[in-house]
């Protein structure tokens, strides 16, 4: 049968392109060269669904295929002899033609977004040396008759979702060097014929689900440099003559289920190796003695095995970065010199992590520890140390996580732990720490998680740790201490994770100013001597998901403090002195899971639905005064007294007739004083309700004028369609404000102006910019001026941070880290959750977008720019607005206004929902929907939804991706868990924004649903 890519066939398709116009018929030397190539790249470009970058936007018939972008032909024939487009944003198919190109050496189209099958035609290339298709999203299982391409020194299909087993005709290449199948779905047994490929240099085939042994025919290739074959299912034990093949360097076999023990004297035979690493194995037996030799290697990592016994002399590693021992069973617990292998490392001078956590090490931390002086990770948790922490850990001034977690120290924190200003992450729980928490605490501004719980501090808490300016957890609780808690703890506004100081002996009252931790999640006091009322500031703590108060001397009612928590999944009130009725609104707390207020004096009815309605979701246990609720309570009916009713019902009878027949005549003239009253004042009534700047105060246009320099241009902050916006100082309140003048010359900026302070006068949330004040007057020419008046947020807009790569602080460039967009994201959901459902009449922005998106100093989000919003009716997606709002015709912003608004529709919340999708996408790719990338129908959302899951990093902002801050030794440091967490994280947010900017309104994401899975993210992460 002849080929249907036949070079007649081949004529034929010229002649239908250039009948359709794509082409023209030998128009030019422009053609010349071989019709065929020309015809097959063509056709590839056919297949692309997207070309962002436009690449192959040269691909036409002005010019010859050889001077195409990606193209490289050879000299003497003119054919092609390369197609290298790699990471070049391209998605679509891969057509077949490609296996025409009969001259083709090089297929380099990795980091793309291709997808479907793997055509079977590149079989036929058999010219071809190196096929990089890593990276894409190819499906269906590897062609069989790639094996035909016998002169291949590259075979790349890593990184897709192919399936099946690996061919058994592979077995026919003979000088293939590089084989790449990592990050597949690939199934079966890893074929024994690879031992029989001598030319292979590197093996990477982990990420699948292939079962079985290793192949013990891999110690025939000589050759060998690199084996990769974690995250599989590999089992039994290795090869008896694996360890033999000297010219390996990498052994990478993590997460298998591999057993058996490593040769003593493995580093003997392995004298290249650079990279041991099989963690979370079966291993067993001793470390190899032989470590002691391996001068080359720069990271080994056996933890998450079961070895056993002393650990070796690691004297003659000299160039290791990366020691990880932790989770096996290594030392003996009883003898005191477990740890006496440690002054071997004080040769290993390049050493940035020691990992020996959960071990049986026992014996006291040495001095000597502060000459590891490039050590950045530092852990010994849960084992058997004793004896007080050295004062010379303070030397190690590279340090960025400490965790000494559940041994037996004691003594004191050392003074010197302030000398460790890169510290990030201190665990020092579990322990017999003992006296006061020092004050050198103060210089550790850059610590983010703080673990002291379950010693025995005592004393006061330092108001010291009000310093630490950085922290998002601190757990301090199960120890001995007293007194007031510091109201420096209260200011720290970076806690956002939790804050854990419970099962101590702490007093007073609480402060009557909590707004600086609104972003905290978990909040535990239970357990202390905390007395008098809760404070009704507890209300703006509206982030808390999980709020403990539980077994202190708290009083009074709860219903103040408790009605803006609506995030609430857990609270605990039980073992106070609460009073008064449980509050009903408790029944709307949608999130709430458990709920426990026994031991306390409430009283009255038990509600019945939400969180009420399962008796195992709640407690009331000792409070005899309550009634009612559902029937597993058994409880009494709560009484209705009837007497009193009647009593009520007959005295309002009596003064009802009392009334009639002695006031009459004065009742009348009352009302008729009432009406005449209103009539002659209506007009003025209805001027004043609706007139802008009786809604809020004012100040007057001199003040402004005076606040802002007479609006200089070094005041200016920036401008929009109805507004310029300019820094100043009012005298009034004495500080920096922003200050909003409308453009009144501009059509719809008057009603921009009623709009704004309409929607203003009744919301108030965290995460919503604050009115200060506003003014509506006129200027010194007489010229009508409104203007309106918010808190200077210095830290500037999100759009700033986005596209003006950072700002530059002290000389040094700033950019918004992986864990602040997320809690930037989670601000502006939660703020678009209150416009919502929680404001009263759900109100629309209608013109979310990063620019009107504020920060402030703690980069603490706040949605700003009122201007377009609009009232909609409750359970309304859409419907009509109010007065104020109703001629306002303008719906967004065009990239971020959802496309309904565009054929006419009503503004909805799902509107507002669309463009917080984008913003999400914008936020995590740094990418503007309008930016010159997306025409031809690419979209922002189309590329996102073509990138995830695979190509998610090449489409993520590349501040993210590739910190310059973070070295290649850093980063693969970080590989195994926080980079494969970053991952996950920008594959769940970015599909997060997908959802949310789907083209049809119903099918996109619940925002309440998008405050959760952020939430979950940000745990994770």
């Known amino acids: 049968m002849n080929s249907i890519f036949s070079p007649s066939r081949f004529v034929v398709a010229y002649f239908l392109l250039f009948l359709s116009g794509y082409i023209p018929l030998y128009k030019s030397s422009s053609i010349t060269g071989n019709i065929t190539d020309r015809l097959s790249l063509l056709s590839f470009k056919v297949g692309l669904i997207s ?216 580093f003997i035979t392995l004298p290249r190796l650079q990279k041991l690493n099989v963690l979370r194995n079966q291993l067993t037996g001793n470390i190899p003695s032989s470590v002691s030799n391996a001068t080359e290697l720069l990271l080994f990592a056996i933890n998450g095995n079961g070895f056993t016994g002393k650990v070796p002399s690691f004297e003659g590693m000299k160039k290791i970065e990366w020691l990880a021992l932790n989770k096996n069973e290594l030392g003996n617990g009883r003898d005191n010199d477990d740890l006496n292998f440690m002054s071997s490392l004080l040769n290993c001078t390049q050493l940035q992590l020691l990992h020996l956590s959960e071990n049986n090490f026992r014996g006291s931390l040495p001095r000597f520890i502060g000459n590891f002086s490039n050590l950045r990770r530092f852990a010994m948790g849960n084992n058997q140390i004793y004896g007080n922490i050295p004062a010379e850990i303070g030397n190690i001034l590279k340090l960025e996580t400490l965790y000494l977690w559940s041994n037996q120290l004691t003594g004191s924190i050392p003074d010197s732990i302030g000398k460790l200003q890169q510290l990030k992450i201190l665990s020092l729980m579990q322990n017999k720490l003992s006296d006061e928490i020092p004050s050198s605490f103060e210089n550790l501004t850059m610590l983010t998680e703080l673990y002291l719980q379950e010693n025995n501090f005592q004393g006061t808490i330092p108001s010291a740790i009000g310093k630490c300016q950085s922290l998002l957890a601190m757990d301090i609780s199960h120890n001995n201490f007293s007194g007031y808690l510091p109201k420096e703890i209260y200011d720290l506004s970076s806690l956002s994770e939790f804050l854990d100081i419970s099962s101590n002996s702490l007093t007073g009252s609480l402060p009557s100013d909590l707004i600086s931790l609104e972003h905290l999640v978990l909040l535990n006091l239970s357990n202390n001597k905390f007395s008098d009322a809760v404070p009704d500031s507890f209300g703006s703590l509206v982030g808390l998901r999980e709020l403990y108060l539980a077994n202190n001397f708290f009083q009074g009612n709860i219903s103040r403090f408790l009605g803006s928590l609506k995030s609430l999944e857990i609270l605990d009130l039980s073992h106070n002195n609460f009073t008064g009725e449980i509050p009903e609104f408790l029944e709307n707390f949608s999130f709430i899971s458990y709920l426990n207020l026994s031991f306390n004096d409430f009283e009255g009815n038990i509600p019945t639905e939400g969180v009420f309605q399962n008796s195992s979701q709640f407690s009331l246990d000792n409070n005899p005064m309550l009634c009612g609720g559902v029937a597993e309570l058994d409880l009494p009916i709560c009484p209705k007294s009837e007497k009193s009713s009647k009593s009520r019902r007959s005295n309002l009878l009596k003064l009802i007739i009392s009334i009639s027949s002695s006031s009459l005549v004065m009742g009348l003239l009352v009302l008729l004083f009432m009406f005449v009253y209103y009539q002659k004042h209506k007009k003025r009534l209805i001027s004043s309700e609706n007139s802008a700047p009786n809604l809020l105060p004012t100040v007057s246009f001199q003040s402004l004028y005076k606040a802002t320099d007479g609006f200089s241009e ?52 965290r995460n919503l910019v604050k009115v200060l004040t506003s003014c509506s007057s006129v200027d010194f020419q007489g010229n009508e001026f409104k203007a309106i008046v918010y808190p200077h947020l210095v830290s500037g807009s999100l759009h700033d941070w986005l596209h003006e790569t950072g700002r530059s602080i002290q000389g040094q460039r700033r950019h918004l880290t992986l864990i602040q967009r997320l809690s930037i994201a989670i601000d502006v959901a939660c703020a678009l959750d209150y416009l919502h459902h929680y404001s009263g009449t759900p109100l629309v922005h209608c013109d979310l977008k990063p620019s009107n998106v504020l920060l402030d100093s703690e980069f603490v989000a706040h949605v700003s720019d009122f201007g377009l919003a609009k009232f909609v009716q409750e359970g309304s997606a859409s419907s009509t607005t109010n007065q104020i709002n109703s001629s306002v015709g303008v719906k967004g912003t065009i990239g971020y206004a959802a496309p309904e608004y565009g054929m006419g529709r009503e503004p909805s919340t799902y509107g507002d929902v669309y463009s917080y999708g984008i913003l999400l996408l914008e936020l995590f790719t740094g990418k503007s929907p309008t930016n010159d990338i997306f025409s031809n129908g690419l979209t922002l959302h189309n590329l996102a939804k073509s990138a995830i899951p695979k190509r998610v990093l090449e489409i993520s902002d590349p501040i993210l991706v590739y910190d310059d801050d973070d070295d290649d030794d850093e980063w693969e440091e970080k590989c195994e868990y926080s980079k494969d967490g970053m991952m996950k994280c920008l594959i769940s947010v970015i599909g997060i924004g997908i959802s949310c900017s789907t083209e049809f309104p119903r099918e996109r994401m619940d925002i309440k649903s998008v405050i959760n899975e952020l939430y979950s993210i940000r745990d994770a992460l």
């Open 714 to 765: 070094a005041n200016f902050i920036g401008s929009g369609n109805f507004s310029s916006v300019y820094r100043g100082i009012l005298d009034e309140i004495r500080t920096v404000v922003a200050i909003k003048v409308l453009k009144l010359h501009v059509k719809g900026a008057g009603r921009s102006f009623l709009a704004e302070c309409e929607a203003l006068r009744s919301i108030r949330h």
């Open 51 to 266: 070309d962002p970058l436009q690449v192959t936007q040269s691909w036409n018939e002005s010019t010859h295929f050889c001077s195409w972008i990606g193209i490289t032909c050879s000299l003497k024939h003119q054919r092609v002899s390369k197609l290298d487009l790699h990471s070049s944003m391209l998605v679509g198919s891969l057509s077949p033609s490609l296996g025409n190109l009969t001259f083709l050496r090089e297929l380099q189209l990795y980091n793309n977004s291709f997808n479907g099958e793997i055509p079977p035609e590149i079989g036929k290339l058999s010219r071809l040396k190196y096929l990089s298709l890593e990276n894409n999203s190819f499906s269906g299982e590897i062609p069989r008759n790639l094996s035909n391409c016998f002169n291949l020194i590259k075979l790349g299909l890593g990184g897709n979702r192919l399936i099946g087993s690996i061919p058994i005709e592979f077995q026919s290449f003979s000088n293939l060097q590089l084989f790449f199948l990592y990050l597949n779905n690939l199934t079966g047994e890893l074929p024994s014929y690879l031992g029989n490929i001598s030319s292979l240099v590197s093996i990477s085939v982990g990420g699948n689900s292939f079962t079985g042994k290793i192949p013990d025919t891999l110690d025939r290739l000589k050759n060998l440099e690199y084996v990769e074959l974690g995250l599989n299912n590999l089992t039994g034990n290795f090869p008896p003559s694996f360890f033999n093949i000297s010219s390996l360097t990498n052994i990478d076999i993590p997460l298998n289920q591999i057993q058996g023990s490593l040769p003593d004297d493995i």
